[in-house]
Nanobody, 110 residues
Framework: VQLQAFGGGLVQAGGSLRLSCATSGALGSIWIMGWYRQAPGKQREWVASASSRATHYADSAKGRFTISRDSANNTLYLQMNSLKPEDTAVYYC??????WGQGTLVTVSS
């Protein structure tokens, strides 16, 4: 499984961004996908995940972020609204808790 995340950038506080993660390879083996992030000087943390049955969010993401999967285009999305400076991080997509894409940097200015 190969993952490629993109869509990061610089945005002002209160703004929105949509991250995308293109997937390829043994897609039939994927049972769960997720987004993680790592802020400067901090450990990588889970943000949201989506399986065929449900979606789950970290408390920091609830009500502001939406994870979705487009099976037709083999793409995972993370819609991020009401962004805060503390959302600044490198965001990574993940499949099956094993496969990682390269990160995409999100910077939220105050």
């Amino acid at each position: 499984v190969q993952l490629q995340a993109f869509g990061g950038g610089l945005v002002q506080a209160g703004g929105s961004l949509r991250l995308s993660c293109a997937t390829s390879g043994a897609l039939g083996s994927i049972w769960i996908m997720g987004w993680y992030r790592q802020a400067p000087g901090k450990q990588r943390e889970w943000v949201a995940s989506a399986s065929s049955r449900a979606t789950h969010y970290a408390d920091s993401a609830k009500g502001r972020f939406t994870i979705s999967r487009d099976s037709a285009n083999n793409t995972l999305y993370l819609q991020m609204n009401s962004l805060k400076p503390e959302d600044t991080a490198v965001y990574y997509c993940n499949a099956n808790l094993d496969y990682w894409g390269q990160g995409t940097l999100v910077t939220v200015s105050s």
